[in-house]
């Protein structure tokens, strides 16, 4: 255990289904980030969110859409998705987004089926 | 933009023996940091060993190690008396120094197999 909670683990939903990955963290850390794993693929960085502040949005298309309201809490809604979207959405912390000495701490991951 | 290459897609390694997984990055930064991720089939990614770029002295973790060669942009992870615990995905990440944000970039991971 990282200190870094996901739920749901798995989740299977309809292209215009409308639901939310949660993550949370226990580590007392200010930086949160969503990352999408796709098969054969190196992982993308999606969102940073440093002391409740989106400061990273990486060309992320707007079906999905962060939400980070307060450091311990992280969720990623999604709307309207593509099959291509399928993927492990990981959930990371780190204490600082900012700092020299970072290290990030990953959640188990949602794994996304869109049908 | 920073690049990080993992050119072995599998490895195999009989058990309490001895593998390098390789990774090379490119960057035109001198301060960095480097890392090493193990993702096992639990989906979990855990950290397993990090390096700072101004430390020319390799980062040791049990029985983790890091080759670390700076002017060669390669950094690779020895994994000695191998368990069969260490079966899993291996990630190397990049991290820029420049206190820019926490953005990682990561290879595309390396399979290691331990055999019994």
């Known amino acids: 255990e990282t200190g870094v909670t996901q739920t749901p683990r798995h989740l299977v939903m309809g292209m215009t289904n409308k639901k939310s990955l949660k993550c949370e963290q226990h580590?007392?850390?200010?930086?949160m980030y969503w990352y999408k794993q796709s098969a054969k693929k190196p992982l993308e960085l999606m969102f940073v969110?440093?002391?409740?502040?989106?400061?990273e949005n990486n060309s992320v298309p707007s079906r999905f859409s962060p939400e980070c309201p307060n450091s311990s809490h992280l969720f990623l809604h999604l709307h309207t998705l593509q099959p291509e979207d399928s993927a492990l959405y990981l959930c990371?912390?780190?204490?600082?987004?900012?700092?020299?000495?970072?290290?990030?701490?990953f959640g188990p991951g949602t794994r996304l089926l869109v049908l | 933009a920073q690049t990080v290459t993992q050119s072995q897609p599998e490895m195999s390694v009989q058990e309490a023996e001895t593998v390098t997984l390789s990774c090379t990055y490119d960057?035109?930064?001198?301060?960095?940091?480097l890392f090493w991720y193990k993702q096992p089939p639990s989906r979990q990614m855990i950290l397993v060993i990090r390096?700072?770029?101004?430390?020319?002295q390799n980062a040791t973790e049990n029985r983790f190690s890091v080759n670390f060669q700076k002017a060669a942009k390669s950094f690779s992870l020895k994994i000695s008396d191998s368990q069969l615990g260490d079966a899993a995905m291996y990630f190397c990440?990049?991290?820029?120094?420049?206190?820019?944000?926490?953005?990682?970039?990561f290879g595309g991971g390396t399979r290691l197999m331990v055999k019994p």
């Open positions: 990371a912390s780190s204490q600082d987004g900012g700092g020299v000495r970072e290290t990030q701490y």
């Open positions: 580590l007392g850390h200010n930086a």
């Open positions: 969110y440093n002391f409740k502040e989106q400061t």
């Open positions: 960057t035109s930064e001198s301060d960095y940091y």
């Open positions: 390096q700072e770029a101004y430390k020319q």
């Open positions: 990440a990049y991290r820029s120094g420049d206190n820019a944000g926490n953005m990682l970039t």
